[in-house]
């Protein structure tokens, strides 16, 4: 049975509840076995006070035994037997369910089939209220599918992947996909699941869950689908300065007066430093949120020597509590922690309990601690580390969280994450407010969410899947992005192979949305002590001045590059703060009329007009670079070409080519 609401229909038939919904300027598309649809929104869409379609965008109208609901650019039809086919607004179609069975009164349209596979299969799972779902689409010869997040991957085009919905250390699903068709598709789910982009089938699987939901827009460039779906799900804030420049990091500094040394050599040096960052166990134990006085006294007069020195001092925070922290008795009596079903609740690390912060209780408890030992200080930068969280093996299936089953909701925990610091410093009546995260999904990005690529190998190899990473989180909304610059795992300081990445890779970190160096470099130190904060090994320097006379010249050579593209970047951090828009993106989002820009995986757009090129591979003195339409300055030597061409761009160890469309 159908049934006609002003932007919406429902459609009633045996087990299922279809509802297909005007949301913003797409569709919100739900089905559930249950009594109803939930009515907590566990999802990433904002709600529809916040996102609502104008009734002027929105018609809906029933023909017999079959409906339409169109909404913006996008019209989907619902056939006699519930199948959905959706349709731009020149009435081509874009995407339809997968439905390969038999029925004599189903329209004339229908794939007949003895096959009997339908489009949604809702399996239950045993003893439980949620079921297994799998959502089945027809798939298209020549689509190209982007987005979905951050996967170690040498692939820009997810067509053909079979792409995991979970998260992990240095994967992030972020399921929202652009296709080459014409329409964007967020997959409104946090369970843990899949997605297959084959050649006969797309096919979307969740393992435990209580209800379909996803959301569709369609839109005639990439642009447009990508501020459709910011308007449904938030954009990040505005950037503060100290993201504009560059960011100094290590693993790890081990004490207060290693971390202002370096701090002053820079100054001495005159080279511009925004960020300086203390890493992890810096504290007496994992979940006490404090500073170990035996090696930081004096944390205060840290933060205002830094200050005074233009520099922003980021601190880091671990989600993980161990039993002989301060906090882990009230945490445990408040249920503040991620509970296991089955044996012992720890994390992969020093048998430590984990933050539920899925609990708001819990992000109010954690806040108020950070404040008191952080925020007290001064301090107005944190990195949220360990965010997948990083549980034991990843057994999704053994770990249950406040609002549910790790495996039923599990992908959004680094969303409330992210949002447990947003809201506490937003309370504090902080603005433009920016944390680096590991891990994020969608929705992320409106809680000031800037995602790193997590504990990655320093080879090209790497560097390669870092490039295809940050242009795949930009597409699925994620804006602010960086790596470790050089990597995190196997960088040797006195090996020339390890110093042509560093460099190449230092180079193309000056054209991320936040250029920033880190890593566990060899060879490394010993601990300081055998307690608290000095109980960890530390790598070995990890300065820009560490690696020789040639590289720290390369190095600061990009670091002026960068300061001089300051007014520049913010210009495009404000694009991202209004629209959406990722700052650096695949250069079909500038160029899609282009078919080749469709193609290109090894080039990026920086903004609007900055075409970058990195040297992805060890010895290359050159490469070949698309150059899209319009007349283009490479900003090395400032020669000028004519684009709709392939040039080969000089490349030397101290040069990236980029160009400038003028």
């Known amino acids: 049975m159908l049934k006609q609401y002003q932007n919406a229909i429902e459609r009633r038939f045996d087990k299922e509840l279809l509802r297909v919904e005007a949301w913003g300027q797409g569709l919100r598309v739900r089905s559930t076995e249950r009594a109803d649809f939930l009515s907590e929104e566990i999802g990433a869409l904002l709600s529809k006070e916040e996102c609502g379609a104008s009734e002027a965008e929105c018609s809906v109208r029933i023909e017999g035994s079959e409906a339409f609901i169109t909404n913006g650019k996008i019209t989907c039809r619902i056939l006699d037997n519930g ?59 020549g689509e190209k599918i982007f987005g979905m997040g951050q996967y170690q991957q040498p692939y820009l085009d997810q067509k053909g992947c079979i792409v995991e919905l979970a998260q992990r250390n240095s994967q992030s699903s972020v399921p929202f996909m652009i296709s080459n068709q014409g329409y964007g598709m967020l997959w409104n789910n946090p369970a843990i699941g899949h997605v297959t982009f084959g050649k006969n089938l797309t096919e979307w699987v969740a393992e435990s869950t209580k209800q379909m939901d996803y959301w569709i827009v369609c839109g005639d460039t990439p642009a447009e689908i990508e501020e459709a779906y910011a308007e449904v799900t938030g954009t990040v804030p505005m950037m503060p300065e100290y993201g504009l420049g560059f960011w100094q990091c290590k693993l790890r500094y081990q004490t207060q007066d290693e971390i202002l040394e370096v701090a002053r050599r820079y100054k001495k040096e005159n080279i511009p430093l925004d960020v300086i960052v203390v890493d992890y166990f810096h504290w007496p134990h994992q979940g006490d949120w404090d500073f170990d006085k035996d090696y930081w006294p004096d944390p205060k007069a840290m933060v205002d020597e830094l200050s005074g ?38 994390a992969f690390l020093a048998g430590a309990a984990v933050t539920d912060m899925t609990n708001p209780g819990a992000r109010e408890f954690v806040f108020s601690v950070m404040k008191r030992n952080y925020y007290d200080l001064g301090i107005r930068l944190f990195w949220l580390d360990e ?105 040797n300081i006195h090996s020339e192979a390890f110093k ?43 300065e820009i001045w560490s690696y020789g006379e040639e590289i720290f010249e390369i190095c600061k050579k990009y670091i ?41 995986d090894d080039e990026y757009m920086f903004g609007p007009d900055i075409l970058v090129a990195p040297i992805l591979y060890e010895g290359l003195t050159e490469r070949k670079v698309y150059l899209p339409d319009g007349l283009w300055m490479n900003m090395e030597d400032g020669s000028e070409y004519q684009g709709g061409q392939t040039i080969t761009a000089p490349a030397p160890i101290d040069v990236i080519p980029a160009f400038r469309r003028i």
Request: charged share 30%; glycine share 10%.
């Open 83 to 141: 199948e959905l086919k959706f349709y731009n607004d020149r009435e081509e179609p874009v995407l339809e369910e997968y439905n390969r069975t038999r029925n004599m009164y189903v329209s004339s349209d229908h794939f007949e089939s003895a096959l009997e596979i339908v489009s949604r299969t809702f399996d239950p799972v045993q003893t439980a209220d949620d079921y297994r779902l799998t959502v089945r689409f027809e798939a298209r010869d």
């Open 309 to 346: 020195m233009g520099i922003t001092l980021m601190v880091s925070i671990w989600p993980t509590v161990q039993e002989d922290s301060v906090n882990f008795r009230e945490m445990l009596e408040k249920g503040y922690l991620i509970r296991a079903e089955y044996g012992k609740r720890t």
């Open 387 to 491: 965010a997948e969280p990083e549980l034991n093996g990843y057994e999704y299936k053994h770990y249950r969280y406040f609002m549910g089953p790790d495996v039923e909701i599990g992908n959004r925990y680094p969303l409330d994450y992210a949002r447990m610091a947003y809201e506490g410093m937003e309370k504090e009546g902080q603005e433009n407010i920016v944390n680096l995260i590991r891990c994020a999904w969608a929705g992320s990005q409106r809680y000031g969410a800037l995602v790193w690529s997590g504990d990655i190998d320093s080879s090209f190899r790497s560097l390669r899947n870092q490039l295809r990473a940050g242009l795949s989180m930009g597409i699925a909304g994620i804006p602010w992005w960086t790596t470790d610059i050089g990597g995190f795992h196997g960088g």
């Open 500 to 542: 042509e990445v560093l460099a190449r890779w230092f180079a193309f970190g000056c054209f991320c949305p936040v250029m920033r160096l880190h890593g566990f470099r060899a060879p490394f130190k010993k601990p300081l002590g055998t307690s608290g904060g000095g109980s960890t090994p530390s790598g070995a320097e990890n």
């Open 560 to 600: 002026a590059l960068r300061e001089r593209l300051r007014r520049y970047i913010r210009s495009l951090m404000k694009e991202a703060h209004e629209k959406g828009t990722p700052v650096m993106r695949p250069l079909f989002y500038d160029f899609p009329k282009d078919e080749k820009a469709w193609e290109i």
